[in-house]
């Protein structure tokens, strides 16, 4: 059964760093592009940006390029999204979610559970 | 950059069909799909292909692409189908997803 785990709840204050993680396991790791996906409180979905494990490739939207980093551990399955110093409107809920290619057709199949970030002061 | 409109709500009676829509300029040209939400809960894959459903996913939900118009159909719609909907397309090497469509079913 393909699952993707994240991490849990965070509460920061401004300007602290933060790195929340998503460990993939059912399926193999570095095949798949992991994708990292923003909701901020009773908004829609924003695409953040995809890695692909294997050689942790990466690409931005470039409305969060800058803003937070992307990478991946390959050995222990698990994708990271990070921020050097955080801001309060980066709360929100943050999904990793595979993704999935068949034929030209593109989508995110599998989602973890979300990792909810406040940051308040 | 490449924007996809959705109506922010649709309403429907359980048993009727729910249409939802979703425009972007030449979308036809695009493969797109739609995710289903439900609150508190991570998105669920609904539809990829514009037409083609995940396993699992129930007949009722179908799926179109024509010219700047997606649409996303639920046929005989249940109570259990109350959700937001997003759709979503892959432009220029970003995934683009709509606004959400909540859909009320009463």
């Known amino acids: 059964e393909v699952q993707l785990v994240q991490s849990g709840a965070e509460v920061k204050k401004p300007g602290e760093s933060l790195k929340i993680s998503c460990k993939g396991s059912?399926?193999?790791?570095?095949?798949?592009?992991i994708g990292w996906v923003r909701q901020m409180p009773g908004k829609g979905l924003e695409w953040m940006g995809i890695?692909?494990?294997?050689?942790?490739?990466?690409r931005y939207n470039p409305s969060f390029r800058g803003q937070v980093t992307i990478s991946a551990d390959k050995s222990i399955s698990t994708a990271y999204l990070q921020w050097r110093s955080l801001r309060a409107s980066d709360t929100g809920m943050y999904f990793c979610?595979?993704?999935?290619?068949?034929?030209?057709?593109?989508?995110?199949?599998?989602w973890g559970q979300g990792s909810l970030v406040t940051v308040s002061s | 950059s490449y924007d996809l409109i959705q109506p922010p709500s649709v309403s429907v009676s359980p048993g009727q069909t729910a249409t939802i829509t979703c425009s972007g300029d030449?979308?036809?040209?695009?493969?797109v799909c739609w995710y289903q939400q439900k609150p508190g809960q991570s998105p669920v894959l609904v539809m990829y292909?514009?037409?083609r459903r995940p396993s699992g996913i129930p007949e009722r939900f179908s799926g179109s692409n024509s010219g700047n118009t997606a649409t996303l159909t639920i046929s005989g719609t249940q109570v259990m189908d109350e959700a937001d909907y997003y759709c979503?397309?892959?432009?220029?090497?970003?995934?683009?997803f709509g606004g959400g469509t909540k859909l009320t079913v009463l």
């Open positions: 059912g399926y193999s790791f570095t095949d798949f592009w």
């Open positions: 890695i692909y494990p294997d050689d942790s490739d990466t």
């Open positions: 292909e514009d037409a």
């Open positions: 979503q397309a892959w432009d220029n090497s970003i995934w683009v």
């Open positions: 030449d979308l036809e040209d695009k493969y």
């Open positions: 979610a595979r993704h999935e290619k068949k034929g030209p057709a593109t989508m995110f199949d599998y």
